[in-house]
């Protein structure tokens, strides 16, 4: 139980198989994100959540675990992580026995949680593009009927009322966290000799005081829906809220506060009666974008109830963008990788066609040069025999020394024949 948190869950209204909205408490382990890579031999395989479960109730889990190539105990993590109900102890037995004993119904999907459940892939890559992109259908875009509206309007039902402590005798694991901190510090700036704000406590103040009130208030809300907060720092500015397995930054302060580097003196005399600001930060297009400010009859404090409904709706609503986003960038993705075959294919298609007439040229020039080596060793041949004619008739030269001449002329004829050398048929061997 102790990894275990109470999640409220909710039907998807984007699926054709939904009966209705209906809300159920149930025990979920608490969503965590997950760094694990694919193990070798480890297959990847998408399910939806309908198919996971009827997939776990017609065979064991061993069975379904070991056909997909991953282990029986990851395998039930896998379900329990997203409400998908296992057979209990002895549930096969009895079926092998002969009794048909009645199993549990597909809970509903969490907020923020995905749809369809990738065996093999952590949450970094799951939205990366599948092997074999431009050979596989994609599916039709996700619908969700259900509108921003009535979406609000659930979630406001189902949180019912949020209320802030008066005290921080009982505060949120996470600002026990950082009231533990400042307990040291302040015993170490008792040891010090020198007192400075830099190094002492930093949420003695007032205003401080109610802030960690606020946001303890809040932390616990959301912590009853299995949604943990995540705060980073000695002294945040903003906090995560992990709504399924999406990031909701928050932030409750005073306008324009910087939390970083030296806190200045004003901070100390802050008091608690200062402007309060809550806000959800966006880094991304997502339209929703909301503030909450203190009123003069209506501080913040009295609208945590919307703050928290407001975050849970942020976070499905991030849900619902990121897949809608997702499946867009798929459909670009799968066209570009297709003009990228094409453009290739037509680069390969052109090179080859320039290597062929690079070569074709090739050819031609080492033929025009092997008749012009022939038409030179026919003139070489030509050339000595009407040399020798020449000196016939006259004894100018001596006829030894003429023959070696001749001798000398005829053999680089020969040279550079290629009839002679036989050169024609090497490049027959070559090329045809």
């Known amino acids: 139980m102790a ?3 109470l999640l409220w869950a909710y039907q998807d209204p984007m699926w054709p198989t939904c009966d209705g909205f209906r809300r159920m408490l149930i025990l979920s382990p608490l969503p965590r994100y997950s760094h ?16 996971l479960h009827q997939l776990v109730w017609s065979r064991p889990v061993r069975a379904v675990a070991s056909e997909y190539g991953i282990s029986d105990v990851a395998f039930a993590k896998l379900c329990r992580k997203h409400n998908i109900p296992l057979p209990p102890r002895g549930y096969w037995a009895r079926v092998e026995a002969g009794y048909k004993p009645r199993g549990e119904p597909l809970p509903v999907r969490g907020f923020g949680m995905p749809e369809i459940i990738r065996t093999g892939r952590t949450y970094w890559d799951r939205y990366s593009a599948p092997p074999n992109l431009d050979e596989i ?9 259900e509108s921003e509206e009535e979406l609000t309007q659930r979630v406001r039902k189902l949180v019912g009322a949020v209320s802030i402590p008066r005290n921080l005798d009982r505060a949120h694991h996470q600002i026990a966290r950082l009231l533990q901190e400042d307990e040291s510090r302040r015993q170490e700036q008792l040891r010090a000799k020198y007192v400075s704000l830099s190094n002492g406590p930093l949420f003695d103040f007032p205003f401080e005081r109610r802030r960690l009130r606020l946001l303890s208030g809040l932390f616990m809300a959301f912590q009853r829906y299995g949604m943990n907060v995540i705060a980073r720092k000695k002294d945040p500015d903003d906090f995560e809220v992990i709504v399924g397995e999406l990031a909701v930054s928050l932030s409750a302060d005073h306008p324009g506060i910087s939390r970083y580097g030296w806190r200045h003196e004003s901070d100390a005399n802050r008091p608690a009666s200062a402007a309060m600001t ?10 929703t974008h909301k503030k909450w400010t203190d009123q003069p009859n209506d501080p913040v404090e009295g609208q945590a109830t919307d703050i928290v409904v407001s975050v849970i709706v942020f976070g499905e609503l991030q849900y619902r963008n990121r897949e ?6 798929l459909v670009q993705r799968k066209q570009q990788i297709i003009e990228e075959k094409r453009r290739r294919h ?11 007439a690079e070569a074709e040229r090739e050819r031609i020039d080492r033929l025009v040069g092997e008749a012009a080596a022939f038409r030179q060793a026919q003139d070489i041949r030509a ?3 009407a040399a020798r004619r020449a000196i016939a008739s006259t004894e100018a030269v001596p006829e030894a020394q003429f023959d070696a001449w001749a001798q000398w002329a005829n053999e680089n004829a020969d040279r550079i024949d290629p009839v002679l050398s036989r050169a024609f048929l090497q490049n027959l061997e070559d090329e045809f």
């Open 346 to 356: 037509e680069e390969a298609i052109s090179a080859a066609a320039e290597a062929r």
């Open 383 to 385: 050339y000595v025999e």
């Open 3 to 5: 990894d275990a948190e």
């Open 278 to 287: 809550v806000e959800i930060k966006s880094h991304s297009t997502q339209p």
């Open 324 to 329: 809608i986003g997702h499946h867009k960038w």
């Open 36 to 51: 694990r890579p694919c193990k070798v031999g480890e297959m990847s395989r998408s399910f939806s959540r309908q198919e």
């Open 137 to 145: 259908d994609i599916p039709p875009p996700p619908e969700f009927a």
